[in-house]
């Protein structure tokens, strides 16, 4: 499982960064004769094209830029050339020089004022040419809806069909009891939690293993919703409408991304602990087996006993913040699921309430991941401001007002929020969903997410390859952080209408896609160096050619500095922070997959792929 290591300006929060089970498991493997060579990857990736695009393309009317490695001290000249090989614009370079977080020297290439469209540019400076990439509107529209599909062939409980997912990825249904599995029916809790047993069945995996954590469930979910959310404002919504993805329920009057949030939102409120037990309406912290599975191993193979972990504050506030945003969104679609959402989040907020600190251990780390976070007043007004912002009620509205989280300066840090750090969800909901705030303290909420937007524009201003994160904001899961701090400039955008936002919004997408210190797209099926062998226990090829790798619309966690498993030791020694990244299974601290970066890449891809 992923875990993000984060600073915090307002004190530590640890997170469980070695995962020793999943550590001796994969330091014990190797890839079997044949499978594709970590070392020969490894090399692919540290001799990047100095020459770094975007490599899936650009919009006709976004930002158009590349940064090219060298150490001339003087302009160069490019020139793009279309698939014909003609040149289609000329001009030179704007040099840079030295950049903390690659380690490299750069240039600048800004071809933004080519407004043609067609596809197989390539760009070529100082006799150097990159990755042929396109140049269309409809450039983001595959992965708007391959970054979705992400999250159905997560699903737990039920089969992934062929006709969706593609013949590779159909198989059974994973956790539903059928032998070998013990399945999540009939769930325990581990010793000394409860006496009682929980169906818990449904939800997504949560990353490269087969947990299923609430944290991070809640953070993933919200931003699924809330993509719809936000293109329903600005009048997007149907290209998120009925019948626009891969799910088994389209075609049934609801939106399709709706329906794949409905899915994980009926698994969280199966983990909130009934009434008539002790604890009531809190919810269970996390499902997941009692011992690390071996890799590869299919969902539905997976023969370990299931536990219940003990529930925390931290995961209540999730479920109370993720239903109360189903309360609003699904209520003209499903009216009764939408009062069953509400009826959840309702019992949760008080359950958090009765029970404030009740927080999950950082050992708690045999079988999945941790999890833990020592610190859970951001959790509070996440909850509250969606409660609010759904009820209008004034005891949730007290409750955002007296936070000390509504007023702090700094609850936007440069490193992004995350399943830890959830106070600038609040600000987000407080500052796009109709509220009765008074007009100065809706002002000021406003503009510290424009304010935040700014801080982020300028750290890519700093930059050579323009990525809205500091040097030192490479960890475990990076890529999670660079897709989130998108979305708040995404959302100054509409809040502002201003064109820079969206163009730092789309200009990460570059980042994501190949503009970067190692040329590596880090989207599987999306460029010509794109990622294929991320860790996960079923999309699996490099230690089993007959499984796939993952499918395409899967981001990898990206360039983590801290090394923390031992093939990125092996592979990376002494690297740059934004190079600390290697296409390997083995490599779970850079390159597993994870529900939480999917979900602000699908957020992101929606966004981008608007027209007009």
Known sequence: MPVP?????????????????????????????????PTTQAAASAAPSAVQVNQLGYLPNGPKRATVVSASATALPWRLRDAAGRTAASGSTTVRGADAASGQSAHLVDFSSYQGAGTGYTLTVDGRTSHPFDIRANLYDGLRTDAMSFFYQQRSGIPIEASLAGPAYARPAGHLGVAPNR??????CVSGVCDYTRDVRGGWYDAGDQGKYV????????????SFERAKRTGHAAALGDSTLRVP????????????????LEFLMRMQIPEGKPRAGMAFHKVHDAAWTGLPTRPEQDAEPRELHAPSTAATLNLAAAAAQCARVYAPYDAAFAARCLDSARRAWAAAQANPNVLAPSSDSTGGGAYDDSEVGDEFYWAAAELYATTEEARYRDAVTSSPYHTASDVFTPHGFSWQDTAPLGRLVL??????????????????????????????AGQGYGVPLPADGYVWGSNGQV??????????HELTKQRRYRTGALETLDYLLGRNALGQSYVTGYGEHAAQNQHHRF???????????????????????????????????????????????????TNEVAINWNAPLAWLAAFAAERG
Do not use: F
């Not at 049934?252 to 709706?258: A, C, E, I, T, Y």
């Open 431 to 460: 500052a796009t969903v109709p509220n009765r705030l008074p007009a100065t303290d809706l002002a000021r909420v406003r503009a510290s997410v424009i304010s935040a937007a700014d801080g982020q524009l300028s750290t890519m």
């Open 183 to 188: 399945g999540d029916t009939a769930v325990p």
């Open 483 to 492: 897709a989130n701090n998108a979305t708040v400039m995404a959302i100054a």
């Open 249 to 264: 329920e389209r075609g049934n009057g609801m939106p399709d991304v709706l329906d794949e949030g409905r899915w994980e």
């Open 5 to 37: 290591l984060l600073p915090r300006p307002r004190g530590a929060r640890t997170a469980t960064a070695l995962l020793t089970g999943a550590l001796l498991l994969i330091a014990a493997q190797s890839a079997p004769a044949g499978a594709d060579s």
């Open 215 to 226: 944290v991070n469930g809640g953070l993933a979910v919200w931003q699924l919703v809330n």
């Open 539 to 589: 999309w699996a090829h490099q230690y089993d050619a007959s499984l796939p790798n993952p499918p395409a619309g899967s981001i990898a966690g990206g360039a983590n500095a801290g090394l923390q498993d031992p093939v990125a030791q092996e592979k990376l020694p002494g690297c740059a922070p934004a190079a600390c990244y290697v296409d390997d299974i083995g490599s779970y601290s």
